[in-house]
């Protein structure tokens, strides 16, 4: 009679676990979606939603859609960046170890809105800034020698438990596009391709890299592609100007005064001297 009661008292104990267990796996994506909600402003100090979180432990993998890094104070544009969709594959087992394993990362639909100057402030290099604050707030500093005949100082507190830590074996962000409002050197609107990101072996040592070094990481490498891609489409646009107007002058002095032969060429030689060809 015992034996039975034992046995019934497992099974239900066996059920309960399954239930709690589906359960989870229900509301997990939904926990993950409010803890991004909650840990991206605090690291970016901007706005961050998510439209879903999918997550299947079974299967080892997850989905995000609908992500929307918001600007930081100053700048117009209701966001920063979004991203339609992202895929990742992890090792479903690693969630409950110290180090979460994720085999890749494949990043689709990711829109840059660039605001500002290339070579000067704009809203990716201050997002970068607030992002990259607060772990050099972290660091730690030399302790100070207290006053004579002061209080002692009180004792420090016990450190923070860490995070779980990450592997990221691939990180990919194909097909993303750059709308950019130009100020400064060149005041316009303008859409970009953003060259492929492609980041490999992150956290891969038994020290893995945390959440905050992962986001710092690419948001790095994102505002990084759009500068180098602004920078050389201002530049070819410099050219382009340049070129049209010394073409331009050299048809308004031929019309005008009918130059031609070599008093033509001396011209346009210094016409090119004029716009530094």
Request: proline share 6%; glycine share 12%.
């Amino acid at each position: 009679m015992k034996i039975k009661i034992i046995l019934g008292v497992l099974v239900l104990l066996l059920v309960l676990l399954l239930l709690a267990a589906l359960m989870i796996g229900a509301h997990l994506g939904d926990l993950v979606k409010a803890g991004l909600e909650v840990a991206g402003p605090k690291v970016t100090q901007t706005s961050l939603t998510v439209e879903k979180v999918d997550v299947s432990l079974l299967g080892g993998s997850a989905g995000v859609n609908g992500l929307v890094l918001g600007n930081p104070e100053g700048y117009q544009a209701p966001q920063s960046i979004s991203v339609s969709n992202a895929a990742v594959s992890l090792v479903a087992g690693s969630v409950l170890s110290d180090k979460i394993v994720i085999r890749s990362v494949e990043v689709h639909g990711l829109v840059v809105t660039f605001e500002g100057n290339p070579f000067g402030a704009n809203n990716l290099t201050k997002i970068m800034a607030n992002v990259q604050g607060p772990s050099a707030a972290s660091s730690p500093t030399s302790p100070q020698p207290a006053p004579n005949n002061s209080a002692p100082a009180p004792a420090p507190s016990s450190p923070a438990k860490p995070g779980k830590k990450l592997e990221v074996d691939s990180f990919v962000i194909a097909g993303a596009e750059i709308h950019a409002n130009l100020i400064g050197i060149v005041n316009r609107q303008i859409t970009l391709p953003l060259p492929e990101i492609r980041l490999t072996g992150l956290g891969q040592g038994p020290e893995g890299i945390t959440g905050a070094e992962l986001t710092q990481k690419v948001l790095g490498e994102i505002t990084v592609g759009t500068i180098k891609s602004l920078a050389a489409y201002v530049g070819n646009f410099g050219k382009n100007v340049t070129d049209a107007a010394k073409s331009a002058a050299l048809e308004g002095l031929k019309n005008a005064g009918d130059i031609t032969g070599p008093d033509a060429d001396k011209l346009k030689q210094g016409l090119n001297g004029l716009f530094g060809k």
